[in-house]
């Protein structure tokens, strides 16, 4: 399939949402905790409480998506984005930076994947597997492109003009994509007037697949969350130099890549499900590595690490999308993602400020070993989700609104 502009479009405005809005704060944290002398467990602990504005408000944009269509709510997501980074630029205090990064983390949710993997699905149904993963191939260099940037950015600017450049790039980088996204939407042919008898097995039969996809994607976003805000806080606390810890980390976007090259190129070959195997499995092994890392520093170690990791966090990227596709079909997708996205990032919101807790009070292989259990809980989960089948029960039909 050739790529469409309008998706490679989609995939930059997704870095820049991820780049801005939460790969940021692991580098700025730090430099805002020295000016106003607060520890980083307070700092992340703000980051934590932001995340669940996430939680609340994906449900929210899932369903104003599925009855308004993407494009609004991107182009406003964005504009809103780059209101709240510039309202973070002028915080004086902890009460400020709370609020506003509370309103950052609420709105981020319109920026970033739930919103574009909907934005697919409406245009492209059933088909939107290969639009999802050219997205998140492009999108799978926001760490290694931003990480890099902020850092050469703080050698020039103060934190807060940072954030101001970053409010710049969504105005001028991800709104032009989003407001010209195409205005699909999908509509579901009504069925005959199904009886509440026959309603409520069908709804029934829906709660294992989305308890245990729930499941295994809230263990994975705990990961994920916490390993995106503090990885190079474990990395140093581990033993390992700044140098490393930060080769470390663009290690990941690359890995992510090449995981995603290979989805997208025998995207026919492996089944959603299996893909979800392979990536919790990846992530596994990569906390099992992380874990002999702490215990034995050895850079060899942690940068194997950071291949499995990335190939983890790239595929999982993938299945967050097509998964509730290949199980539920496009019928009610916003409101789906929504609901599994709420329950995923209450998870992600505790972990960094759990995570960084761990690390302080028990150290660095107990805070790594949290991880593993969690990675341990998504891939059990999604051996029993994998043994379930798909329930596409709906006929649809593509609309083009005038």
């Known amino acids: 399939m050739k790529p469409s502009p309008a998706t490679l479009g989609m995939g930059v405005s997704m870095t820049v949402g991820y780049g801005t809005l939460y790969y940021s704060f692991s580098i700025l944290a730090p430099e805002i ?51 709240a980074l510039a309202g973070l630029s002028m915080v004086q205090n902890g009460w400020q930076f709370a609020a506003v990064t509370l309103a950052a983390e609420f709105v981020s949710i319109a920026v970033q994947y739930d919103a574009g993997f909907a934005a697919l ?8 597997r290969s639009q999802i993963t050219l997205v998140t191939l492009v999108a799978g260099f926001a760490s290694t492109v931003f990480w890099p940037l902020i850092q050469w950015l703080l050698t020039m600017m103060t934190w807060r003009e940072v954030y101001l450049v970053l409010a710049g790039l969504n105005l001028v980088l991800a709104l032009p994509v989003h407001a010209l996204w195409p205005s699909y939407r999908r509509e579901v042919a009504a069925p005959a007037k199904p009886s509440a008898e026959a309603s409520a097995p069908a709804v029934a039969s829906r ?18 969350s916490a390993m995106g805000a503090s990885l190079l806080v474990l ?35 492996l089944s959603p499900p299996m893909t979800g195997l392979i990536a919790t499995g990846a992530i596994f092994l990569a906390l099992a590595l992380l874990f002999a890392a702490a215990v034995f520093p050895t850079v ?21 999308g097509v998964l509730p596709l290949h199980f539920f079909g496009t019928t009610g997708y916003g409101r789906t993602m929504g609901t599994l996205s709420g329950i995923r990032m209450v998870l ?18 107990a805070a790594i070993g949290c991880l593993l259990v969690m990675g341990a809980v998504g891939l059990l989960a999604m051996i029993g989700l994998a043994r379930l089948p798909p329930l596409r029960l709906e006929t649809e039909r593509r609309v083009q609104p005038s």
């Open 33 to 83: 905790a020295r000016e106003f002398g607060w520890s980083q467990s307070f700092v992340f602990a703000v980051f934590s409480i932001g995340l669940l504005g996430g939680a609340v408000s994906a449900p929210i944009i899932g369903r104003l998506i599925d009855r308004f269509g993407a494009r609004p709510v991107l182009a406003f997501g964005s504009i809103l984005a780059a209101a």
């Open 121 to 128: 699905a409406q245009r492209h149904g059933q088909e939107a």
């Open 207 to 224: 709660r294992p697949h989305l308890a245990l996809m729930a499941v295994s994607l809230s263990a994975g976003g705990f990961v994920l």
């Open 235 to 269: 990395l140093g606390d581990a033993g390992f130099t700044p140098a490393i810890a930060t080769l470390t980390g663009s290690l990941i976007g690359p890995s992510q890549v090449a995981a995603r090259v290979i989805e997208y190129a025998r995207r026919g070959v």
């Open 300 to 320: 060899a170690i942690v940068l194997v690490f950071a291949v499995f990791f990335g190939i983890g966090q790239g595929l999982t990227s993938i299945i967050r």
């Open 348 to 365: 992600s919101a505790a972990a960094p400020v759990t995570i960084i807790f761990v690390n302080e009070r028990l150290g660095v292989e």
